[in-house]
């Protein structure tokens, strides 16, 4: 026999169900009065610093059809590429600008909408830059563990190529499951960013 | 010793794999390719701050957070436990949602299909915040069993979802509580994904009649754990780490 090592085992996930909404976005499920504001709805003060960006998308299913229940939340650095969190140890991140994002998709068109910022680049283990990016965590019901991705995005083709965690693909053409596609209209950049569950194209997912 | 190290591994084995066909909607929204693997960069190190100013006085409270005319129906329970990690420290400043459905197994949802009536005074949610032995409670009512659209005639036992932030992304976590002697908890498709009984017993909380208040509730124990992290002095401190 030896010692034991006396570590404890993770809780198992499950699924959050269909009903998630009930918990995490009760405003948006039409329970008003409990929470005065669903968290994570908003993440962009008026004196953030950044430019301001709106990321809308669908997460498809094997068939291609879009959940309409799903919830999506985001973690993100600031402008300057620091993350408004306790373990934060490279300085000081923006005051206005919380970093963190939770939205529901849409009951009948399934689409998600994130208002937030345009994060700065941070470093690898290494101390290589990643390209900016923006993590994103997709629960719904028959998702039996929160599933995590990035988004890049389109116009950082250059910083993309260089990212030390996106040349770890061995298929490289599934890269562009993970870059949203910039568009602009009038001087506002909105990112188009769908996640694929599975099928053609499935997005990255990523086993952190 | 500082918690600044990676985490453990996530044991995938320990976890229902993504597809489980027994519960049918897992079959289209299960991705088939393997995952990247990725060690922990600042991103995943990293996560959201919840402060007490988000919390109101009631929000761990469900018997009345949603009342109107009178408190919720049905048994009264205390829920509790801690937030811990793999290491068996417990963790403070943890927000910790839950949601349920009513004691006759209805959620207030427009999605819901099941008959049961609404609970005027029972909206469903709660939250609260761990202590600094990262200890939580809720007041609510336990909820009720009930039907669901899968297989013909399945039923999902009593429980409660839990939704856990960390202290980090990495440890983001949904689970869901089930209660001590429901004999459907091995019946239940999703609950039995998890494909190891030990690990499924995890998510089974305790009857703890010591914590049952007078003349009031009964009390449930549900200790979470979520992923450790290293802390050796000798971890390879490189930047973003």
């Known amino acids: 026999m030896v010692q034991k090592l006396d570590h404890l085992k993770e809780t198992p996930s499950q699924t959050a169900g269909p009903y998630i909404h009930i918990g995490a976005t009760p405003n948006f499920s039409g329970i008003e009065g409990?929470?005065?504001?669903?968290?994570?709805?908003?993440?962009?003060?008026?004196?953030?610093?950044?430019?301001?960006?709106?990321?809308?998308?669908?997460?498809?299913?094997?068939?291609?059809?879009?959940?309409?229940?799903?919830?999506?939340?985001?973690?993100?650095?600031?402008?300057?590429?620091?993350?408004?969190?306790?373990?934060?140890?490279?300085?000081?991140?923006?005051?206005?600008?919380?970093?963190?994002?939770?939205?529901?998709?849409?009951?009948?068109?399934?689409?998600?909408?994130?208002?937030?910022?345009?994060?700065?680049?941070?470093?690898?283990?290494?101390?290589?830059?990643?390209?900016?990016?923006?993590?994103?965590?997709?629960?719904?019901?028959?998702?039996?563990?929160?599933?995590?991705?990035?988004?890049?995005?389109?116009?950082?083709?250059a910083a993309n190529a260089k990212c030390p965690v996106l040349a770890r693909l061995e298929h490289q053409r599934r890269v562009d499951s993970l870059v949203a596609q910039r568009s602009d209209k009038g001087g506002r950049a909105t990112y188009h960013f769908d996640i694929r569950l599975q099928g053609e194209n499935e997005t990255v997912f990523f086993d952190i | 010793?500082?918690?600044?190290?990676?985490?453990?591994?996530?044991?995938?084995?320990?976890?229902?794999?993504?597809?489980?066909?027994?519960?049918?909607?897992?079959v289209l929204r299960s991705p088939r390719l393997a995952p990247l693997s990725l060690e922990n960069t600042i991103s995943e190190l990293t996560?959201?701050?919840?402060?007490?100013?988000?919390?109101?006085?009631?929000?761990?409270?469900?018997?009345?957070n949603y009342a109107k005319s009178g408190e919720a129906i049905g048994p009264r329970i205390n829920v509790y436990g801690r937030v811990l990690d793999e290491n068996g420290r417990g963790l403070d400043g943890v927000l910790v949602e839950i949601w349920q459905a009513n004691a006759g197994g209805r959620y207030r949802h427009k999605k819901e299909?099941?008959?049961?009536?609404?609970?005027?005074?029972?909206?469903?949610?709660?939250?609260?915040?761990?202590?600094?032995?990262?200890?939580?409670?809720?007041?609510?009512?336990?909820?009720?069993?009930?039907?669901?659209?899968?297989?013909?005639?399945?039923?999902?036992?009593?429980?409660?979802?839990?939704?856990?932030?960390?202290?980090?992304?990495?440890?983001?976590?949904?689970?869901?509580?089930?209660?001590?002697?429901?004999?459907m908890i091995w019946q239940c498709p999703i609950a039995t994904g998890v494909p190891d009984r030990e690990a499924l017993e995890q998510l089974v909380a305790a009857l703890d009649r010591n914590n049952s208040t007078h003349m009031d509730s009964l009390a449930?124990?549900?200790?979470?754990?979520?992923?450790?992290?290293?802390?050796?002095?000798?971890?390879?401190?490189?930047?973003g780490n």
Not at chain 1, 74 to 103: C, M, V
Not at chain 2, 225 to 233: C, D, H, K
């Open chain 1, 34 to 157: 409990v929470y005065a504001q669903d968290l994570g709805k908003t993440m962009v003060g008026r004196d953030a610093k950044g430019e301001r960006i709106t990321i809308v998308g669908r997460v498809l299913d094997g068939l291609g059809e879009p959940l309409k229940d799903a919830l999506i939340e985001i973690w993100q650095a600031d402008a300057a590429g620091l993350y408004n969190s306790q373990q934060e140890k490279r300085g000081k991140a923006d005051p206005h600008f919380t970093g963190f994002g939770r939205q529901a998709t849409d009951y009948v068109t399934g689409e998600y909408r994130f208002e937030t910022i345009k994060p700065g680049a941070v470093p690898f283990v290494d101390g290589r830059p990643m390209a900016p990016h923006i993590t994103f965590w997709i629960v719904a019901r028959g998702i039996n563990v929160g599933l995590h991705t990035r988004m890049y995005f389109s116009d950082e083709a």
């Open chain 2, 1 to 26: 010793m500082k918690e600044t190290g990676t985490f453990y591994r996530r044991d995938r084995g320990w976890h229902p794999p993504p597809l489980t066909p027994q519960y049918k909607t897992s």
């Open chain 2, 47 to 64: 996560g959201p701050v919840f402060g007490h100013d988000i919390l109101g006085a009631r929000d761990n409270d469900l018997i009345v």
């Open chain 2, 113 to 183: 299909g099941y008959d049961a009536p609404l609970d005027p005074n029972f909206g469903g949610c709660g939250r609260t915040i761990t202590d600094s032995d990262g200890r939580y409670w809720f007041r609510t009512v336990k909820p009720g069993p009930y039907p669901w659209p899968n297989r013909v005639n399945d039923w999902r036992p009593a429980h409660i979802h839990f939704s856990i932030f960390g202290h980090a992304f990495a440890q983001r976590l949904i689970t869901q509580m089930y209660f001590e002697g429901d004999p």
């Open chain 2, 220 to 239: 449930y124990k549900f200790d979470i754990v979520l992923r450790g992290r290293r802390s050796t002095p000798f971890e390879n401190k490189r930047e």
